[in-house]
């Protein structure tokens, strides 16, 4: 939990950083997206090396593949980048999908209560026998911080829902981000984290087709714009509709992943 707590917080005052300078120019500029990256990258590998130091825990560094019985491989010293990577590209992917009230808080609500379910059977021995998944001693912890999350998400949502009165800032959407894939990790759910999160994925990916386009195709663009939830914006789908087709999704691909846990 600790090691959660170090991401949650750093990564927060990362985004509280970029927030208050944003306010104080009084422009969308804030820090630097390669200061961004690279601080994240940093703060990430400090903290996946602690965790990997201090963790008294074999499968830590083993990828395991949903739907299959024994189907895993170990990541060994490629485990670090692979973790940088979830944690990074998490904490970026609830930022880009935060631009429409209440977009990315209740997909990260849905993810955090999938975590506590799965920190709840991987801390049972006797469950993560019969479900043929790693156990994980301590988990209970883990299931506690998830649920904080779930809990501080909804009181959040009360005020972020349409029409939004307060707003996540890279200070929330950053430390969510994060907080969800350590959570991935240390429960040995990485894959099933990339299935909950497609809505997450779809919009980074709307992203860097985009961009990929307009550099290679000589200004051609693939999407009105980009992230997705803007393309169709622009295509005439109102707001709540968006919002709401977004969470529906989400619900489907988190029960999709919750599956995995007995269909092998």
């Known amino acids: 939990v600790l090691f959660s707590i170090y991401i949650l917080i750093s990564f927060g005052l990362l985004g509280f950083l970029d927030d208050y300078k944003k306010i104080k120019n009084n422009n969308s500029s804030g820090i630097s997206f390669k200061t961004k990256l690279l601080t994240q ?23 395991y593949f949903p739907f299959f019985k024994d189907l895993f491989i170990n990541l060994s010293w490629f485990f670090i980048p692979f973790s940088v ?12 999908t935060d631009g429409l009230d209440g977009l990315a808080i209740l997909p990260c609500i849905l993810i955090a209560s999938a975590f506590v379910i799965f920190a709840y059977v991987h801390g049972n021995i006797n ?23 779930v809990g501080a998400g909804l009181g959040f949502l009360w005020f972020n829902s349409y029409p939004a009165e307060i707003f996540m800032g890279d200070c929330g959407s950053l430390s969510l981000g994060s907080s969800l894939g350590l959570l991935a990790i240390i429960l040995k759910q990485e894959l099933a984290f990339a299935i909950m999160s497609g809505i997450f994925i779809a919009e980074v990916l709307s992203v860097i087709i985009q961009v990929a386009s307009f550099k290679m195709r000589k200004g051609k663009r693939v999407f009105k714009m980009a992230p997705l939830h803007h393309h169709y914006e622009l295509s005439g789908l109102s707001e709540p509709k968006i919002i709401m087709r977004f969470w529906i999704v989400t619900f489907i691909l988190v029960l999709i992943a919750l599956s995995t846990l007995k269909i092998r």
Do not use: K, W
């Open 127 to 149: 469950i993560s026998e019969y479900l043929l998944i790693p156990y994980v001693e301590g988990s209970g912890e883990v299931a506690i911080f998830a649920a904080s999350l």
């Open 41 to 63: 990258i940093i703060l990430s590998i400090i903290g996946i090396s602690i965790l990997t130091y201090y963790l008294d825990y074999q499968e830590l560094t083993y990828l």
């Open 85 to 96: 990577f979830v944690i990074v590209g998490a904490s970026n992917a609830v930022n880009l």
